[in-house]
């Protein structure tokens, strides 16, 4: 059963097309491989829940390529007394050591970079906890001005739209996750 027919009226425009959305992961992928190749002591974790997905397409295709690298979820809420995103992040997977990250490049994977709040408090934890470098991939980088000073280093889309968006990861009220696409959401 097609998602978009269930859910067809809170899908306005499909603003990335599922092709697009596969070249996006190739693009992705290839910089991640490179990184992975080019450079030792690397760790690549990946934001949950929305960024399983992509998580996915990234490590299917590392796997194609010949690259075996192990993707690690990271997961993180933002917290405070509001239903507000909030500045303050709290890591809260306790499978990640602090000495593990000494010296070492890092690869953050998200499905979207956004505001930012979140990416940023993630990099400069990592940073504080020893990582030499921190660098983020995103499948999807909305260019807007933000209130923190972050950019993906590697973006397979990008838009200026603020609508609301879904697929391939991004939820709508936990509904149209599953999309093969990007939607602009009504």
Not at 147 to 158: E, P, R, S, Y
């Amino acid at each position: 059963m097609d998602v978009r027919e269930n859910h067809e009226e809170l899908v306005e425009e499909v603003l990335f097309t599922e092709k697009q959305v596969q070249q996006a992961a190739d693009r992705c992928a290839e910089w991640l491989r490179g990184i992975i190749q080019n450079q030792s002591c690397v760790l690549v974790f990946y934001m949950l829940e929305g960024c399983r997905r992509f998580a996915e397409m990234l490590n299917h295709r590392l796997l194609r390529a010949g690259v075996d690298k192990e993707l690690i979820p990271i997961r993180t809420s933002s917290y405070n007394e509001t239903t507000q995103c909030s500045e303050v992040v709290k890591i809260e997977d306790d499978h990640i050591q602090k000495d593990q990250l000494q010296g070492r490049t890092i690869v953050l994977i998200d499905d979207i970079l956004d505001t930012g709040g979140t990416m940023n408090s993630v990099r400069k934890r990592m940073l504080e906890y020893g990582a030499d470098k921190v660098q983020i991939c995103v499948l999807l980088e909305r260019e807007i001005e933000r209130k923190v000073n972050i950019k993906a280093d590697m973006a397979g889309l990008k838009t200026q739209r603020a609508e609301y968006l879904a697929g391939v990861g991004l939820d709508y009220k936990g509904m149209l996750r599953e999309l093969p696409y990007i939607a602009v959401i009504e």
